[in-house]
């Protein structure tokens, strides 16, 4: 059986996590908190555009520290759950992580020029 590994480039990283995507399949491995998890290409947008509606419905409860926010991972029976300062830090987290990846695309297309 042969088995296949990414190769992970750096998109973001800080004291709370990381995001990695992989330069081959474009699938992108996230660590936050207590937790490490893959998202498949085609999800990393819709993944991050719910984290980001989440966080605009929180802000009157920016300093919260109740972890009242889900957040579906794709996984059944399994959410993340957040407070309102964790929810930003991520919201930080995938911000970076967005406009590396599209950076890294521009600049791709630069070169083929």
């Not at 964790?86 to 590396?100: F, G, K, P, V």
Request: proline share 1%; with cysteine.
């Amino acid at each position: 059986m042969e088995k296949s590994s990414c190769r992970f480039e750096v998109l973001a990283h800080n004291a709370d996590g990381y995001v990695v995507c992989c330069a081959d399949c474009e699938n992108k491995q996230l660590a936050f908190g207590m937790i490490v998890m893959t998202i498949a290409a085609e999800d990393f947008d819709d993944f991050y555009t719910c984290v980001y509606a989440v966080k605009k419905k929180t802000e009157a409860n920016l300093l919260s520290t109740q972890k009242t926010i889900r957040l579906s991972v794709g996984a059944p029976h399994i959410r993340l759950a957040l407070n309102a300062i964790e929810a930003t830090q991520l919201l930080a987290l995938l911000d970076e992580a967005s406009a590396t990846f599209a950076f890294n695309i521009l600049m791709e297309e630069i070169e083929w020029k």
